[in-house]
């Protein structure tokens, strides 16, 4: 393209590349938070944006400022308790939150020079700048509430606007680069098929918040509690969310089943004898949203797993994060996959598959 010239080049190549840092942060970030809330750490460092009053947290308690000495909790001695691994585990987590801060500033400086050939990729980034520091305040509310349960769950519940900005400026990104064929048939049903999915994601994940808020309820009012014991203590909602599971692991296979049926497999040759296995990795590689949806499929398998794991082993503190993760990589994977749609071909197209699209 013409205007692809000098600084404004640079710029443009190199906002693909930032726009998926980010996304890729954000995946760790939330790994990092998931940690924070299944560690307990969330009040390692009791203010924000220091830690203790210091930029660089203390490593033991002889380091800390009096003042914060005497607000520290009591042990069973009486003596004052102070948790390094907690504190350091919660500043890990806010250096990775200000990091994603930093490289978002970077991203909207690189997509200014789409300003006037793809604005909504400008816009895009500018959204997830803004949406990192609201979320970025409302961890420091989470704070100054000490946990409040739904403070916690709108904070968990930010990061999805800030992967749907991303995500939103990669696609229109990858786009602008490689066009998509226009006015391609669609496949019939498909697009109420992956809005089906995509709202029982969004119930399901709300089921998994409300369980979460029973916990640290469950947590905060019963003395002693047993983590063996949690999910026998947490309400009915827990058993609905176990079996909703399977509602979108059931509405994924269909999915996959109605792509892979419409996909047209001799058109680049004459052999009609490839194996099902033979179609199934040329899907993959050539079909955009058959890949997304079936990476999708693998994910909530390995949700349920993880699921699995929680409900059996006592609740184990490593699993918590990965569930929460992996939650937020489903997301991601079907914005990715609706953003994918327009770019289906079924059997009555003449456009070659192998030019859909690429993560950039």
Not at 31 to 41: C, F, I, K, N
Not at 42 to 67: A, H, R, T, Y
Not at 294 to 317: E, K, R, S, T
Request: proline share 4%.
């Amino acid at each position: 393209m013409k205007y692809l010239n000098g600084s404004n080049s640079k710029l443009k190549n190199k906002t693909g590349l930032l726009f998926l840092i980010c996304l890729v942060w954000v995946y760790l970030v939330i790994l990092a938070g998931g940690t924070v809330r299944a560690t307990g750490a969330g009040l390692g460092c009791p203010d924000w944006p220091l830690c203790f009053g210091q930029l660089v947290p203390p490593m033991s308690i002889n380091d800390l400022p009096e003042k914060w000495i005497n607000l520290l909790p009591s042990d069973s001695y009486g003596e004052p308790s102070f948790n390094p691994v907690h504190t350091w585990t919660e500043y890990i987590n806010r250096l990775l939150g200000a990091l994603l801060g930093i490289f978002c500033i970077f991203l909207v400086y690189s997509a200014r020079s789409f300003v006037k050939v793809r604005p909504s990729i400008f816009w895009f980034a500018i959204g997830a700048l803004l949406s990192v520091g609201f979320n970025g305040w409302l961890g420091s509310l989470v704070v100054s509430s000490e946990l409040k349960p739904i403070m916690v769950s709108l904070h968990m519940l930010g990061a999805f606007a800030v992967q749907a900005f991303l995500i939103a400026g990669i696609l229109n990104y990858r786009n602008f680069h490689s066009p998509a064929p226009a006015k391609l048939k669609k496949i019939k049903g498909l697009k109420f098929l992956l809005i089906l999915l995509f709202l029982s994601l969004l119930v399901q994940i709300g089921l998994g918040i409300q369980i979460r808020e029973s916990i640290d309820w469950i947590i905060k009012t019963t003395e002693q509690v047993e983590r063996a014991n949690l999910i026998q203590l947490v309400p009915w909602i827990f058993y609905v969310h176990r079996s909703f599971s399977w509602m979108i692991f059931l509405l994924a296979i269909f999915t996959l089943f109605k792509i892979f049926s419409n996909i047209n497999f001799d058109r680049q040759s004459n052999d009609t004898s490839r194996s099902y296995i033979d179609n199934f990795f040329y899907a993959l590689k050539s079909n955009a949203l058959f890949k997304y949806v079936f990476m999708f499929f693998v994910l909530v398998c390995l949700q349920m797993f993880i699921g699995g794991a929680l409900n059996h082993l006592d609740f184990p503190i490593s699993a918590q994060p990965i569930h929460l993760l992996a939650a937020n990589l489903l997301f991601g994977l079907l914005c990715f996959a609706w953003g994918s749609y327009d770019e289906i071909i079924s059997d009555n197209s003449s456009v070659n598959l192998k030019q859909q699209m690429v993560i950039p």
